[in-house]
Nanobody, 121 residues
Framework: QVQLVESGGGLVQTGGSLRLSCAAS????????MGWFRQAPGKERDFVAA????????LYADSVKGRFTIFRDHSKNTLYLQMNSLKPEDTDVYYC??????????????WGQGTQVTVSS
């Protein structure tokens, strides 16, 4: 299966912005539906956003609607998450993953290594 590599995390202050990238390694995303998830220490992994790779359609968690945007670049075979108006509650390790085509809030087991996002107050 395709290997996923996340990048773009870092440390920002409240209200700042970051853009995360998820690149395919050893293959392409093909017809997958792809998503972003996040997990803080001691907490469960939470859904953030997802989209279908070949057909324009998106889904967002209520907590990030209006602040985050998921999009893709077919020419680079890369998935992105633009994060604006960041809050301390957004501090997490962020992962991209292939999602269940029948439930975009669930993964199919293909994950990247994660990238750390830290938002200071």
């Amino acid at each position: 299966q395709v290997q996923l590599v996340e990048s773009g995390g870092g440390l920002v202050q409240t209200g700042g912005s970051l853009r995360l990238s998820c690149a395919a390694s050893g293959g392409t995303f093909g017809s997958y539906a792809m998503g972003w998830f996040r997990q803080a220490p001691g907490k469960e992994r939470d859904f953030v956003a997802a989209m279908r790779w070949t057909v324009a359609a998106t889904l967002y968690a209520d907590s990030v609607k209006g602040r985050f945007t998921i999009f893709r670049d077919h020419s680079k075979n890369t998935l992105y998450l633009q994060m604006n108006s960041l809050k301390p509650e957004d501090t997490d390790v962020y992962y991209c993953a292939v999602v269940n085509p029948n439930n975009w809030r669930q993964t199919t087991g293909s994950w990247g290594q994660g990238t750390q996002v830290t938002v200071s107050s």
